[in-house]
Nanobody, 116 residues
Framework: QVQLVESGGGLVQPGGSLSLSCAASGFTFSSYAMNWYRQTPGKARELVAT????????SYAGFVKGRFTISRDNAKNTVYLQMKSLKPEDTAKYSCNAQLTSTNYWGQGTQVTVSS
């Protein structure tokens, strides 16, 4: 079955950096675009970044552009999110997402807390 497992979250000071990973299994990873989303309690989930199946087309939400970088390694079935210049408002649970035909799959998420 499809599995998405995130890792790399934690507590970081404002201005710091963090790198998230999402290991995928159960589907042909190299055939699908991948997304990173984030959500805070009481707010709607928001799209952070998207990368196409071969990794040469990327898009970012305006609030992270220039600070976050999405990448993927199809040999390792893994998608990454490198985050720098983190702000307190980046605090959220970050989840990776794969939309396979008509079904959306989500990982369990990893918490990122930006605080001094």
């Amino acid at each position: 079955q499809v599995q998405l497992v995130e890792s790399g979250g934690g507590l970081v000071q404002p201005g710091g950096s963090l790198s998230l990973s999402c290991a995928a299994s159960g589907f042909t990873f190299s055939s699908y675009a991948m997304n990173w989303y984030r959500q805070t309690p009481g707010k709607a989930r928001e799209l952070v970044a998207t990368i196409n199946n071969i990794g040469d087309i990327k898009s970012y939400a305006g609030f992270v552009k220039g600070r976050f970088t999405i990448s993927r390694d199809n040999a390792k079935n893994t998608v990454y999110l490198q985050m720098k210049s983190l702000k307190p408002e980046d605090t959220a649970k970050y989840s990776c997402n794969a939309q396979l035909t008509s079904t959306n799959y989500w990982g369990q998420g990893t918490q990122v807390t930006v605080s001094s």
